[in-house]
């Protein structure tokens, strides 16, 4: 379960080709773009622990729900992901 602020994974190419680095920037900038929502959702509602469905995201987002997916995978699961406030500082 990730931690807020939530960092989801970017590719780090190294390829030269225009076309493969096109696919890189877009896909880094939709993880951006994810990340912002869920984070300022997160903040938003406030409390400890909150529920993202990839068909939630899908829709705020207007994204095809395998690419909110894609993008969540690692961090998150099933249907979702779920992040929590973490330890207090």
């Given amino acids: 379960m990730p931690e807020y602020p939530v960092r989801l994974k970017r590719?780090?190419?190294t390829s030269k080709h225009?076309?493969?680095?096109?696919?890189?920037?877009?896909?880094?900038?939709v993880?951006?773009?994810?990340?912002r929502h869920i984070n300022s959702e997160f903040e938003r509602e406030g409390g400890e622990i909150q529920m993202f469905s990839y068909?939630?995201?899908?829709?705020?987002l207007e994204l095809?729900?395998?690419t909110i997916e894609r993008h969540c995978?690692?961090?998150g699961g099933g249907n979702g992901i779920t992040v929590w406030r973490?330890?207090?500082d």
């Fill in 31 to 35: 993880a951006e773009l994810i990340e």
């Fill in 55 to 60: 068909g939630r995201l899908a829709i705020d």
């Fill in 64 to 66: 095809p729900e395998d």
């Fill in 86 to 88: 973490g330890a207090a």
């Fill in 11 to 13: 590719d780090s190419t």
């Fill in 73 to 75: 995978s690692e961090a």
């Fill in 18 to 29: 225009p076309a493969r680095l096109t696919q890189v920037t877009r896909f880094n900038e």
